[in-house]
């Protein structure tokens, strides 16, 4: 599976902002979906995730929960990430992440497949 995300920018804080993340392959469906994020001096962290199949369930970290909407459109192969009420601490190279037959609560670790980074950043 290869995941291009999209979608970051420069915006100012309370201003929204929607990352999107492509896969390829016949398969999409069989993956739970996520995004993670990295700022800069800091680890990489979990932000998101959704289930496989339908994507029935989704998990956020409690940072961004009630800001931050996942969903995935298995006919476009892609998931998407709405973005609201951004703060300057959401500023962060944010990635998208894949694995197979995952649950979204399980998908904070074992990621098997990566996208490239796609910057956000939120000036106060």
């Known amino acids: 599976v290869q995941l291009q995300a999209s979608g970051g920018g420069l915006v100012q804080a309370g201003d929204s902002l929607r990352l999107s993340c492509a896969a390829s392959?016949?398969?999409?469906?069989?993956?739970?979906m996520g995004w993670f994020r990295q700022a800069p001096g800091k680890e990489r962290e979990f932000v998101v995730a959704?289930?496989?199949?339908?994507?029935?369930?989704?998990y956020y970290a409690d940072s961004v929960g009630g800001r931050f909407t996942i969903s995935r459109d298995n006919a476009m192969n892609a998931v998407d990430l709405q973005m609201n009420s951004l703060k300057p601490e959401d500023t962060a190279l944010y990635y998208c992440?894949?694995?197979?037959?995952?649950?979204?609560?399980?998908?904070?670790?074992?990621?098997?497949?990566w996208g490239q980074g796609t910057q956000v950043t939120v000036s106060s």
């Open positions: 392959g016949r398969t999409f469906s069989m993956y739970g």
């Open positions: 959704i289930s496989w199949g339908t994507g029935s369930s989704t």
């Open positions: 992440a894949a694995a197979k037959y995952r649950a979204a609560q399980n998908m904070q670790s074992g990621i098997e497949y």
